[in-house]
Nanobody, 114 residues
Framework: VQLQASGGGLVQAGGSLRLSCAASGFTFDDYAIGWFRQAPGKEREGVSCITGGGSTYYEDSVKGRFTISRDNANNSVDLQMNSLKPEDTAAYYC?????????WGRGTQVTVSS
């Protein structure tokens, strides 16, 4: 199982970024994929999730600003992040649970300046 997040960067408050998670090594269509983030000194937290069927979940602080989507043909999940705030600054990771184990990809850093 491989998960690779990309698309992070430095953006001003109010700006947008689009993260992408490329997946391989498992039957992608069958699995929910989640985005998590971890800010310095804080625990990793769930941000958004999309099931294999396309149902979505958002953490309260990102509702209305972030949109998750998946492309099963290309084994990828995107996270469109709009109206970014300094408190969104964190390393962002995509993840799935495969054969009972939480699988993590390498993260991508998002930094939002005020």
């Amino acid at each position: 199982v491989q998960l690779q997040a990309s698309g992070g960067g430095l953006v001003q408050a109010g700006g947008s970024l689009r993260l992408s998670c490329a997946a391989s090594g498992f039957t992608f269509d069958d699995y929910a994929i989640g985005w998590f983030r971890q800010a310095p000194g804080k625990e990793r937290e769930g941000v958004s999730c999309i099931t294999g069927g396309g149902s979505t979940y958002y953490e309260d602080s990102v509702k209305g600003r972030f949109t998750i989507s998946r492309d099963n043909a290309n084994n990828s999940v995107d996270l469109q992040m709009n109206s970014l705030k300094p408190e969104d600054t964190a390393a962002y990771y995509c993840s799935t649970v495969e054969r009972g184990l939480r699988r993590w990809g390498r993260g991508t850093q998002v930094t939002v300046s005020s």
